[in-house]
């Protein structure tokens, strides 16, 4: 077998998280066993990176910088309604449209799946969609602004502070509500963590001096779920969230509901 200086070996292990063995022995125009091989010496599960469904397309460079309104929408919406785990990415919404259009902005051919759960209480049968990403390239970059065990340790990323709107239109798209009450004013509630929704109170107080919001835990049993309720200054809210040009990128059935809400005060 030929020999590799350490260079070349962590160069070849870096690339088994986004190629296939083949491709990479393409590229070192060697055998797809000797890549095999080398892995295997330096504990590179390669059953585990098979798993990476690196055949796939995706864009993994999508989140190494914060640079978008659309990248900062997707990381408010992730952060609602994503999971990271296990090296993979695990997004769940009852609305297909909304993960199409993540996949589109992901270049992923990653597969959109049903889920089909029926409620006893109810008894209805309810439908989410999941988009699953499996690449640990791909969810280490992401968690850096998300971390793994998010439901208790979560704060609003290091992103610059202009796109903090969009930040916030995804974590309302993702899990959060509004509507409009008898008496023409509006309830908007988000859902995180304590840490998060505290520095969301206080942007809110600095941009657009909000200062009738209330914190509330969720349920007993979990840790550290809190609901944020803004009363005075929700519709100044949501127009600073929803103010992209870029209509197209929230979800479509929150942004009709701002458009009824709109007309209906007007």
Known sequence: ??????????????????LKQKEIAEIYNISQSTIGKILKKNGVNTQKSRLNLSWLKLDFEYFDSIDSCEKAYWLGFISADGC?????????????????????DLKSEHKITINKTFD????KE?????????????????SKYIPIDKSNSFVIPEI?????????????????SFSLKK????????????ECLQEIQNYLLKKLNINKT??????KNKKN?????????????????YRNENKKMYLKRKQEKLYKIINYKK
């Not at 077998?1 to 986004?18: C, H, R, V």
């Not at 785990?85 to 589109?104: C, F, M, P």
């Open 120 to 123: 006893k209480r109810t008894k």
């Open 84 to 104: 990271l785990k296990d090296n993979k990415l695990r997004v769940t919404s009852k609305d297909i449209e909304i993960l199409e259009k993540l996949k589109k």
């Open 225 to 241: 779920v809190w609901k944020l309720y803004i009363y005075a200054g929700s519709f100044d809210f949501l127009n600073l969230i």
């Open 126 to 142: 309810y439908i989410s969609y999941i988009l699953q990403i499996t690449s640990k390239a791909f969810t280490d970059k992401l």
């Open 183 to 194: 008496d023409r004013s509006i309830a908007v509630n988000l859902i995180s963590t304590k």
């Open 1 to 18: 077998m030929k020999k590799f200086n350490k260079e070349d070996i962590d160069n070849i292990i870096e690339l088994s998280k986004k």
């Open 214 to 219: 209330t914190l509330q835990p969720v349920t």
């Open 160 to 176: 610059d502070e202009k796109f903090y709107p969009e930040f916030l239109a995804g974590i309302i798209d993702g899990d959060g």
